[in-house]
């Protein structure tokens, strides 16, 4: 033993070097046979997994240009970390910005900007913004809501976000006077913390939740009773990422407090299903808002991404002729959003935020409504420019997500969904939270906020306007490559697909002719 001891203190280190590459050689070639490349190229071959594996950082940092990453540019994160950290966010010598390319949003200023006298509260603080409309006043609901911010935080889930993340938002919301929309996650401690709250739920009903995995009405009344702090009520009818999808909660986020608070087994991962049991047709999801309203006495609304048109227009006409329905409508983007979704449906499932909320608004105003409903835009619209162009367009307040997440860390690694989010924010890892100084974060999401309204506030002001829900269409104009000049596939490829025949899943799934492994063995 003492002989074999000193041999191996006798290796230099670079012989031990050698030794090891030699081990990671002889594993390569005679030992895995997953891998094409390692066993091809033994100890060469691991370097191309290497690079792979850190290719979108070096992209990020070195190789992209400043308005060239996707979903968020260079240019458009360093603006909202500039803003919430309260720097210099101002560009010198004139824009990078091609200006002729195609949705490029021109804002028209009118030659006499408009004149802030001493009295107006906008001269005073520069960031009060409250909402024009009030949430569930047509409906004489029995706790209107006016938002006190025209820009507030989306639906992110705790289990989705770690626990510092939603508490940073929420006391930064409080700070800066907006709201907190608690995503479908249920409502935990860390939204709690005096920020007015929008609670959200979709088809997991998670905080009011049945024992079996329906709507608890029970369960609802008492959770507003105890959080008065609660102030509109939001059912989630699909969103940007995946519509017509159900959720999905990877197992490894689901920690004992997350498992509690959604009603859910510790480890296991959870798929909210893409359909509702609590209503099943447009007239009872009419009803389903109504009983809520009823019995809490909040504005109800919905969420949803824009596709098929013939059911907003059956929710339009309920509305027009019973006078009741949705207080507010949030319309979200097929551009996406911290939700995580297979690509096929990220990519192509739901139309982009600016042809889907132009639908819908000119379908409620055909109607009549849009005086009565509250319209929230969601979809990467946290820009002051963006913001002239969406208020123009229809839209009451503005709900952001990823830029939320941006100011209070977030620096677009883009694996939030594997709970390895190195800025702490997407994540369960006690270790990668600690990183997160709440009442640091929570000041940036409340500058973030106040910067947003000041220069969104000043745009209003340079169009002649004393408030951005003055902005018109015509205010805006765009390089055009607009929704109204596409075609549809049939008049594109100039025929009609022929009807498939079907009569229902089970029908395929007893088929004699059906291939794979499972379908071969008896159940």
């Not at 409903?373 to 709900?399: E, Q, R, W």
Request: glycine letters at 8%; aromatic letters at 10%; one cysteine or more.
């Amino acid at each position: 033993m003492d002989s074999i001891l000193e041999f191996l203190s006798n290796i230099q280190w670079w012989q031990w070097i050698i030794i090891g590459i030699i081990i990671v050689a002889i594993r390569d070639i005679f030992f895995q046979r997953r891998h094409t490349i390692s066993h091809n190229f033994p100890v060469v071959g691991h370097l191309r997994y290497l690079l792979e594996s850190i290719g979108p950082e070096m992209r990020q940092y070195f190789v992209a240009n400043n308005r060239e990453e996707l979903p968020f540019n260079r240019i458009e994160r360093g603006w909202i970390y500039a803003s919430a950290k309260k720097e210099n966010n101002y560009e010198g010598f004139g824009t990078d910005r091609d200006i002729y390319a195609h949705q490029h949003i021109f804002i028209n200023n009118a030659m006499m900007p408009y004149k802030v006298e001493d009295n107006n509260p906008s001269a005073k603080d520069k960031s009060f913004v409250p909402c024009a409309k009030v949430m569930g006043a047509f409906n004489k609901r029995k706790r209107p809501y006016r938002p006190a911010s025209i820009i507030n935080v989306s639906a992110m889930s705790f289990g989705s976000l770690s626990a510092k993340a939603i508490e940073s938002l929420n006391k930064g919301v409080k700070i800066a006077d907006a709201y907190h929309n608690t995503g479908e996650g249920g409502l935990s401690p860390y939204h709690s913390n005096g920020g007015d709250v929008v609670f959200h739920f979709g088809t997991g009903y998670f905080g009011v939740r049945a024992k079996d995995g329906g709507f608890s009405m029970e369960k609802m009344k008492k959770l507003v009773e105890d959080n008065p702090f609660i102030r509109a009520i939001e059912v989630k009818l699909s969103q940007g990422a995946k519509p017509g999808k159900g959720g999905v909660l990877p197992g490894k986020k689901i920690t004992k407090e997350i498992a509690e608070i959604r009603g859910v087994v510790v480890g296991k991962t959870v798929l909210s299903p893409p359909n509702h049991k609590a209503f099943s047709s447009v007239p009872e999801l009419v009803d389903f808002i109504e009983d809520i309203a009823k019995e809490t006495g909040l504005p109800v609304g919905i969420k949803a991404a824009i596709g098929k048109l013939d059911q907003w227009e059956e929710l339009a006409q309920i509305m027009a002729k019973e006078n009741r329905g949705p207080d507010f409508i949030a319309i979200d983007g097929g551009e996406g959003g911290t939700g995580a979704a297979p690509p096929s449906f990220a990519d192509h499932v739901s139309l982009p935020w600016i042809y889907g909320f132009s639908d819908v608004y000119k379908l409620f105003q055909k109607h009549d409504l849009t005086e009565r409903v509250v319209f929230i835009g969601s979809g990467k619209l946290g820009f002051p420019a963006k913001a002239a162009m969406a208020f123009a367009m229809g839209v009451d307040c503005i709900n952001v997500a990823r830029e939320a997440m941006m100011s209070i860390g977030c620096i677009q690694a883009q694996i939030c969904h594997t709970n390895r989010c190195p800025a702490g924010v997407a994540t369960q890892s006690k270790w990668l939270q600690n990183g997160i100084n709440v009442p640091l974060k929570s000041e940036r999401l409340a500058q973030y906020f106040k910067t947003f309204k000041k220069e969104v506030m000043e745009i209003t002001h340079a169009a002649g306007y004393e408030h951005p829900c003055q902005f018109n269409m015509n205010d805006i104009e765009m390089n055009v490559d607009d929704h109204n000049l596409t075609k549809n596939f049939d008049q594109t490829f100039r025929y009609q697909k022929t009807p498939v025949a079907f009569s229902g899943m089970q029908d395929l799934k007893i088929c004699k002719f059906l291939g794979g492994v499972k379908a071969n063995k008896s159940d």
